[in-house]
């Protein structure tokens, strides 16, 4: 064998003893599409194409698929806000993220305004995001962080989503 040769195979053996170390260690994260939370293994129809929940991550099946109705996830609530799913709130001084209507901590302490130090406007104004109306007293993620419309005005709750 060639230089070359043995070159490439150690590279491909490396190659394969990596994947199927990451593989050993995967999680299973849920995975979001149109906010509605996946759980590991699920299947979506994205773009007339089948797509499988990996980790946090969607991977393509190369299979073609029909979409169907996506049912709408389930917001959680606290101290008077509505978050929705995959939003995060800060309580008790720690990160709490909103799984499809239930709060589970994602155990980071919380870092910047926390929910519970903003006083919400009760029937304040509406916010706009992207064109659409958003309620105010609601959050939605952008950037990875939380943010919450307040009487017209978008907060910038610092906890984590996705």
Avoid: H
């Avoid at 260690?25 to 007339?48: H, I, L, R, V």
């Avoid at 029909?66 to 606290?78: E, H, K």
């Amino acid at each position: 064998m060639t230089r070359t040769g043995q070159f490439a195979a150690a590279a491909f053996a490396l190659a394969c003893m990596l994947g199927t170390a990451s593989r050993a260690t995967a999680g299973d994260d849920p995975c979001f599409y149109k906010g509605t939370m996946y759980s590991e293994g699920a299947a979506s129809c994205q773009g007339s194409m089948q797509y499988k929940c990996d980790d946090g991550a969607w991977s393509s099946t190369k299979m073609p698929c029909q979409s169907s109705p996506v049912a709408a996830s389930r917001p959680c609530s606290f101290d008077g806000i509505s978050f929705s799913t995959g939003a995060a709130s800060c309580q008790s001084g720690t990160q709490y993220r909103c799984e499809d209507g239930t709060w589970r901590s994602i155990a980071r302490p919380c870092t910047v305004l926390g929910a519970n130090t903003v006083k919400i406007e009760p029937g304040g104004t509406t916010c706009m995001y992207e064109g659409a109306t958003v309620a105010t007293g609601s959050t939605i993620c952008k950037s990875e962080s939380t943010f919450l419309c307040n009487n017209g005005e978008w907060i910038n709750l610092g906890t984590l989503c996705r």
